[in-house]
Each structure stands twice: as C-alpha cells, then as structure tokens.
C-alpha cells in the first residue's frame, strides 16, 4: 500500500510571517475543512489549534504568511504538536524555533 506523501511548507524567512494575532480569523476550505474553521486567537487553545492546523495544512508559502505572526509564532512554538519531520525542517530552517523549543523548563 503506498501512503500519500503530503509536502512540508517552511516560510523562507520568519519576518514575512505577518498574521493576525487577535480577533477571529477564518481558515479557508483548503486549510480546514471540519467545519470549525473559526478561530478566536483571544483563546490560547484555539490560537494554538490554528497555527498547528495551518502548519501542517499550508499548501504554499502564502499561507503562513497570511495566517501566522513571527513574534507569535516563537512563543508558541514549544506547545505545538506537529509531526515530527514538519518540526525538523522548521527547525532546521530557523534556529530561533528550535532554541525556543530547548528553552521550555521540563515538568
């Protein structure tokens, strides 16, 4: 049986991440089709479900350009499930995200 393989999105540059931080932001078909497509970023669950969905989900760079913010994104970035060769090619792009990651005081 072959597994669809889906392509990993990485930005080129983490500045041209210029999402919006607050508010509710509506995720097109393409990159959330549940149904539950609405995300109140005043809600530190839902903003962390939306940068996981549009992470995993991003089709072209546009996409985390539009949806995702740069500051935001670092802060978050230890508390983000993803699948693992989508957090290594992040972090092998950017250094910052993985520091950020080893940064997280252990429980």
């Known amino acids: 049986m072959r597994r669809y393989a889906k392509p990993i999105v990485v930005a080129d540059d983490l500045s041209l991440l210029r ?3 607050t508010g509710v932001v509506t995720l097109p078909r393409h990159l959330d089709w549940s149904g539950a497509a609405d995300y109140d970023l005043d809600s ?4 962390v479900d939306l940068y996981r969905t549009v992470l995993i989900e991003a089709t072209k760079p546009d996409d985390l350009h539009v949806f995702l913010d740069q500051a935001m994104l670092t802060r978050l970035w230890p508390s983000i499930w993803l ?5 290594r090619a ?3 792009r ?3 995200l993985r520091r950020a990651a ?3 005081p252990a429980a």
């Not at 530190?44 to 903003?47: D, K, M, T, Y």
């Not at 699948?83 to 957090?87: A, S, V, Y």
């Open 102 to 104: 080893s940064e997280v």
């Open 44 to 47: 530190p669950g839902r903003i």
């Open 94 to 96: 950017f250094s910052t």
């Open 19 to 21: 999402g919006q931080t």
């Open 90 to 92: 992040w972090e092998e």
């Open 83 to 87: 699948p693992p060769n989508l957090r």
